[in-house]
């Protein structure tokens, strides 16, 4: 039976801990966060801001979010649609999401995701939206204008897994093609007039791809799992035309992912931007962390470290399933901004929608291998080599009924020729 009362005490734990911050017992404004925040704006980055559409740059939420974005080489869910394009074609089950990111003051995401997978390959859909209320009053406190600035993102994903097998995983290739729309409300002209259309002259269309690379494979493997513990990937996204004289902010990524124990998963992203109209105005170098701990068969906590110029920045998130969905909750803190609780929540729901029949197929091959190396061991090779050859026609890359069978028929080859040698010698 579940344990469901441990996240029962976790959720009761929440309002208390958010009481507690908010009657001044945590101080938020303490000389160490002052320290802190110091420290990290002697850094600031002289080329930040530079691009245009920045909402491709704030993270939908779920997973990925919470493992403070270093989500390139882990790509496992639907989370991959932002970070690596390649994880369609490797995901386990086919997933629908939602998700509510309460990005910085009154801005807002929706996002949505539909990804599938049919055997090597994989299809996505998915849509963001980034809304922030926009009003504006005149010198007289009269309002004039009122409406919403917003950015909102279309996305089409394909990807395919190459060379796969069983001892190999395959490397997987995948692009993402993408297109955001920049609506800005008509706003008063010196004169304190409301412009019509001047909104729409500074709002824009864009259209960009991104592409992505993936692999698994094991290395310093210390448990038994058909599932692979080391992870490669690397992205280039949001590469495309200018708009309105600004460039697109346009990232390269490299990431590793390492599962040391079944429960615990490790990952580093390395993050380079590109400004395409002038790469000697490309922003610094930046770098996420983060991890993934299982603590039972439905509950996990993440967390995770980003650190962009003069912006550190910490993420938790906890992950509960209950049946086929899974509910994530993330939260962010932003120390060069303001410390105050439950400022960055974003909230996913994930519909495990099964792998299309993709399990019973690998147990029935394995059932059809044991088979036959039930009735090898007997002595009853021509029936193991029927076994081996039905696993095959199942699944020609399950190579440990290939290689069986290449010894059996070897052996019955060996039995034929001496039975021929002691004819010979009668």
Wanted: avoid cysteine; glycine fraction near 8%.
């Amino acid at each position: 039976m579940k344990n469901y009362w441990f996240f029962i005490v976790i959720l009761l734990m929440i309002p208390g801990v958010e009481f507690f911050a908010a009657s001044g017992s945590v101080d938020f404004s303490s000389t160490a966060y002052g320290t802190i925040s110091d420290y990290f704006g002697s850094s600031i980055d002289p080329n930040a801001g530079l691009t245009a559409f920045r909402s491709l740059l704030v993270p939908m939420g779920g997973r990925s979010e919470a493992m403070g974005t270093a989500f390139t080489a882990v790509a496992d869910d639907s989370s991959f649609m932002e970070s690596n394009p390649a994880g369609s074609s490797q995901l386990k089950n086919t997933e629908f999401s939602v998700m509510h990111n309460n990005w910085i003051a009154d801005t807002k995401v929706e996002s949505a995701i539909y990804a599938v997978r049919f055997n090597n390959f994989g299809i996505g859909v998915g849509g963001k939206w980034l809304y922030l209320p926009f009003t504006e009053y005149n010198t007289f406190g009269d309002r004039v204008s009122k409406g919403y600035y917003s950015e909102a993102t279309a996305i089409l994903n394909i990807s395919y897994n190459f060379f796969s097998g069983y001892y190999f995983n395959g490397v997987s290739l995948g692009a993402n093609l993408k297109a955001t729309y920049r609506g800005i409300p008509d706003y008063t002209n010196v004169n304190g007039v409301l412009s019509v259309g001047s909104g729409a002259s500074q709002s824009a269309l864009a259209v960009m791809g991104d592409f992505g690379v993936l692999t698994r494979f094991n290395l310093f493997k210390l448990y038994a799992s058909r599932s692979r513990n080391f992870a490669l990937g690397a992205a280039i996204k949001n590469v495309g035309p200018s708009v309105l004289g600004e460039p697109l902010p346009t990232v390269s990524s490299a990431g590793v992912s390492y599962s040391p124990i079944r429960p615990l998963l490790l990952s580093f992203d390395g993050n380079w931007p590109i400004n395409l109209m002038d790469p000697s105005l490309s922003e610094r170098f930046y770098w996420s962390t983060g991890m993934s701990l299982s603590l039972a068969d439905f509950f996990a906590i993440q967390a995770g470290f980003l650190l962009k110029g003069s912006d550190p920045r910490f993420s938790l998130g906890a992950t509960v399933d209950v049946s086929q969905v899974s509910f994530i909750v993330d939260y962010t803190l932003d120390l060069t901004t303001q410390a105050v609780p439950f400022n960055r929540i974003s909230v996913n729901a994930k519909i495990n929608l099964g792998d299309g029949g993709r399990l019973l197929e690998a147990q029935k091959v394995e059932d059809l291998y044991l088979l036959g190396l039930e009735e090898y061991a007997k002595g009853n090779i021509d029936v193991a080599v029927v076994y081996w050859e039905q696993a095959l026609v199942e699944d020609s890359t399950f190579d440990p009924a290939r290689e069986s069978l290449t010894a059996a028929q070897n052996t019955m080859k060996l039995q034929q020729r001496m039975n021929e040698i002691q004819k010979l010698e009668q």
